[in-house]
């Protein structure tokens, strides 16, 4: 599905405001030991020993209790995604992913339950979330470096607090860092019911309208000579989003205006992207691609923490919206099928621990 959006709709994006721990204290017994460790509670984990289908090699397993060093922070998970990244490191097709056996999950929020000796500026009850992201937020309690944490304010929704840091910063980075919008440019996307874009249906329609969209389109509408006879007074778009690749990739191309960008972001198709020599030589259209993991590497953590304050702002005053379905943990494998498109189209699955 395609939907277009004029670029003021869209301004509350761009300017629309300014691994587990516990601590066991006792007394020293000479006869036995000088001290005791602060240790995590046992911990409950999704976890994968070899790449594959996801719903066939993740299991969820008990996990003992690990040692919270001085620097670290304990931290007991509230919330985490199900993202399509998430899926693709599991099946080992995706280009950056954990050594086997790992723990799933790449990003989430979570509450301090403990730290250790040496750590300052984060205390028990605190919200955080890893950032930049880190692997094995599935999982109900983690133990990483302080370093790895980063303080939330707790009057955020917490679903939004968990997927903030994937798909939000990429359609915030995508938005500002390839041409310069104006007032009333448009911007057209495929995979527009996934939340960076947010099957068929005139609900799934109407939910994309609230939600910002001027138009929507199922690619079969599209199925005509001249699609831009479709935009009605809607300008011909600017910039193009396409997370699919094959023939919807194609249809993003034929919207665009002369000299226009398409960024890809990603490609669930597993299709390639065509684009005639005529596009390039008479359009003068641009190719670009945006990985979010590419630009965190670049020394990017203090303005990635910045974007979110910004972008959880944005949630807080309801100007930063997508469809989530919190899942208990206990209903993993539900969430899995659910996320893998086993039921059809789905919101966002956050797991709840």
Known sequence: MASIVRS??????????????G???????????????????????????????PDVVTRVIELPPVEVKENDVCVRMLAAPINPSDINRIEGVYPVKPETPAIG???????????????KGLSPGDLVIPSPPSFGTWQTYIVKDQSVWYKINKDSPMEYVATVTINPLTA??????????????????????SIVGQPGSDEAKEKLKKLGA???????????????????????????????GGNAASLVLKFLRQGGTMVTYGGMSKKPITISTSSFIFKDLSLRGFWLQKWLREDRAKECRR???????????????????????????TALD?????????????IRF
């Not at 974007?307 to 807080?316: E, H, K, Q, T």
């Not at 659910?338 to 956050?350: D, E, F, N, R």
């Open 8 to 21: 003021a709709t869209l301004r509350a994006l761009r300017n629309g405001g300014p691994s587990f721990s």
């Open 23 to 53: 601590i066991a204290i006792r007394r020293s017994s000479l006869s036995v030991r000088a001290f005791s460790a602060a240790m995590s509670p046992p911990s409950k984990a999704v976890v994968y020993e070899q790449q594959g289908p």
């Open 105 to 119: 999950g790449y990003e989430g929020v979570g509450e301090v339950y403990s730290v250790g000796s040496a750590v």
């Open 172 to 193: 915030l980075r995508m938005l500002e860092d390839f041409i310069t919008l104006n007032s009333g440019d448009a911007i057209v996307q495929n995979g527009a019911t």
């Open 214 to 244: 001027d138009e929507v389109f199922t690619e079969s509408q599209l199925e005509v000579k001249n699609v831009k006879g479709l935009l009605a007074n809607i300008p011909e778009p600017a910039l193009g989003f396409n997370c699919v």
């Open 307 to 333: 974007m979110i304050d910004y972008l959880l702002d944005l949630a807080r005053e309801g100007k930063l919206r997508y469809e989530m379905e919190l899942v208990p943990f206990d209903n993993f494998r």
């Open 338 to 350: 659910k996320a893998l498109g086993k039921q059809g189209s789905q919101p966002k699955q956050v």
